[in-house]
């Protein structure tokens, strides 16, 4: 039995389809600063989302499903390498991934797909807004196995200026929607040339992230007693408008049901809009809390998935090894240590706890680890009065209120081995003692504004309305 035959069972339980003769079309979807709940589906109030409530129908919903970190660069790093962050050299925001590591697109367009990214990348090493990435930069997507980008180094709002191979381009409208109809576009191509291969295909948004700026027609209808909190709520509309714009466009292309749509956000949500984000879970962006890394998930691929909702604990970080699964490639072939597991059984139906706990680790002193319910926090500035650490029954106390460490004595010693392990596994990859080298090689490029690189320089004019803030 292939690995891809638990899909075609499934299917042919619950809806008489066919297993796939082939891999599928693969689509990462990934919003910027999308808080837990905030989805109508999950209760929240302050925009409608009728089109992620539709996938959410449609597909598995995650309701315990986690970032690779509490920022944005750490989890794309830790989506294509199935790795925790730290493990990558993406610390924290605007690093760079190292060259050295491996990814999910180059393992897939190895194994015959296609692959393109479209938005926000984030990941070469250039901080502050959003501007094209240029065509020559070594940790382009293009770096890390893209054949096709249309992309920014960072957030980015109306009306985008973005990066191609081919030099700038200036595209009209809400950035989400931009980048879907590219995506759409790119998939459309492919179909009028007759392309027989699977394609990889990233979208990752620039959305809900400050500056905040919506649309004049989502801002008559979004709600909130401030300019910010309206333009805020207009960038969700549009995200979620997005969504229903690219399951129509798979659709109409009649590729739905060959293709596997994953969504999620980078981290947790923010702190300063109403309603809140984080559907009442402690902590937001930034912190090691489950409201700074719980997040939104749901995986649609129509007559392969049963709809429904898991509890079980998974993460961006099981990414690379589930989809390397769907599209039954080796699990060997990813070189390096991985800290997420293949959670297909999930997608086919099964029941599946997590036989693994999920590790986390932030700049300063915060970290965490997720076993179930269980939750060992070690954070000075977070827990205050001193404590080192603090363990958590998620199950009983999802807004993590009562520490247990002392309650639970043999959980916590048990507990805190297992992590103390695992952070020295952490540190020895993060000293490049998984690469073949046994060490880190230089990198040309350290974290910078894109301001300040002498790259840029050249483009100063087009760009300078862009760098009026440094973020």
């Not at 700026?213 to 969700?236: F, I, M, P, V």
């Amino acid at each position: 039995m292939t690995r891809l035959s638990i899909f075609g069972i499934v299917a042919a339980v619950a809806t008489g389809v066919a297993a796939a003769d082939r891999p599928p079309n693969i689509v990462l979807v990934m919003a910027d600063d999308q808080g837990w709940n905030q989805m109508s589906c999950t209760g929240y109030a302050g925009v409608a989302t009728p089109h992620l409530d539709a996938m959410a129908a449609d597909g598995l919903r995650f309701s315990r499903f986690y970032a690779g970190g509490p920022t944005c660069s750490p989890t794309r790093a830790s989506v294509l390498t199935g790795r925790t962050h730290f493990r990558t050299g993406v610390t924290t925001h605007g690093k760079c991934l190292r060259a050295q590591e491996v990814t999910l697109t180059q393992l897939l367009r190895d194994a015959g797909y296609d692959t393109a990214h479209f938005g926000k990348w984030h990941l070469n090493g250039f901080r502050g807004p959003g501007v094209p990435i240029l065509a020559g930069d070594r940790y382009a997507p293009a770096g890390f196995g893209f054949d096709e980008w249309l992309s920014v180094t960072n957030f980015f709002d109306l009306d985008p200026l973005m990066g191609t191979a081919d030099g700038f381009v200036r595209r009209s409208g809400d950035s989400s929607e931009v980048i879907v109809d590219a995506a759409l576009n790119y998939l459309r191509g492919r179909a009028g040339n007759g392309v027989d291969a699977p394609a990889f295909v990233v979208v990752w948004y620039g959305s809900p992230h400050s500056p905040w700026r919506g649309l004049e027609g989502d801002l008559k209808d979004a709600s909130g007693e401030d300019e910010r909190t309206r333009n805020y709520h207009a960038e969700l509309a549009a995200l979620d408008r997005s969504v229903g714009t690219l399951r129509a466009g798979l659709r109409e292309l009649g590729i739905e049901r060959d293709t596997l749509v994953w969504y999620c956000s980078d981290n947790g949500g923010l702190k300063q809009f109403a309603p809140a984000s984080v559907g009442g879970l402690r902590g937001h962006k930034g912190d090691v809390w489950e409201g700074g890394l719980r997040v939104p998930a749901i995986v649609e691929w129509p007559g392969r998935i049963a709809p429904g909702v898991t509890d079980t604990v998974a993460g961006v970080v099981d990414m690379l090894p589930t989809l390397l699964t769907v599209a039954d490639i080796p699990p060997d072939v990813a070189p390096h240590r991985l800290d997420g597991i293949d959670i297909s059984p999930l997608l086919a139906g099964e029941d599946m706890p997590r036989p693994e706990p999920l590790g986390f680790k932030a700049i300063g002193d915060a970290s965490a680890w997720v076993d179930g319910d269980w939750k060992l926090i070690r954070a000075k500035k977070l827990l205050g009065k001193n404590r080192k650490q603090a363990l958590f029954h998620l199950g009983d106390d999802p807004t993590e209120t009562t520490d247990l460490s002392s309650a639970e004595p043999e959980r916590l010693a048990a507990m805190s081995a297992a992590f103390d392990a695992w952070l020295a596994s952490v540190a020895d990859s993060e000293a490049g003692r998984d690469y073949e080298s046994g060490r880190v090689d230089p990198e040309p490029r350290t974290s910078v504004f894109w301001s300040e690189a002498d790259e840029y320089t050249p483009f100063m004019d087009d760009l300078r309305p862009l760098a009026r803030k440094k973020k």
